[in-house]
Nanobody, 119 residues
């Protein structure tokens, strides 16, 4: 059974930092690209960042580029999202997701974790 479990969310002041973690189990982690998505109240879920399998190519939404960094530790089956210079508009539920090599869609999703940035 595949599980993705996010941690590290919470309340932070604008300009502050948080690091989200996602622990993956039940899958061959190195064969999956990993992504972070977020959903703010009343809005559609949106892409935040992605890190590929293999050589760990990273991509970011324009809204977080230069402030957020995605990374992975294949030995620990972990993916991270370092979030710096947080803004109130970063407030959302953040989701970790796994995309198997060769698939177009993310196959597995975590339960989500709340990040609240106070201005």
């Amino acid at each position: 059974q595949v599980q993705l479990v996010e941690s590290g969310g919470g309340l932070v002041q604008a300009g502050g930092s948080l690091r989200l973690s996602c622990a993956a189990s039940g899958l061959t982690f190195g064969s999956y690209a990993m992504g972070w998505y977020r959903q703010a109240p009343g809005k559609e879920r949106e892409f935040v960042a992605r890190i590929s399998w293999g050589i760990s190519i990273t991509t970011y939404a324009n809204s977080v580029k230069g402030r957020f960094t995605i990374s992975r530790d294949n030995a620990k089956n972990m993916v991270y999202l370092q979030m710096n210079s947080l803004k109130s508009e970063d407030t959302a539920v953040y989701y970790c997701a796994a995309q198997k090599f060769g698939r177009d869609e993310y196959e597995y999703w975590g339960q989500g974790i709340q990040v609240t940035v106070s201005s």
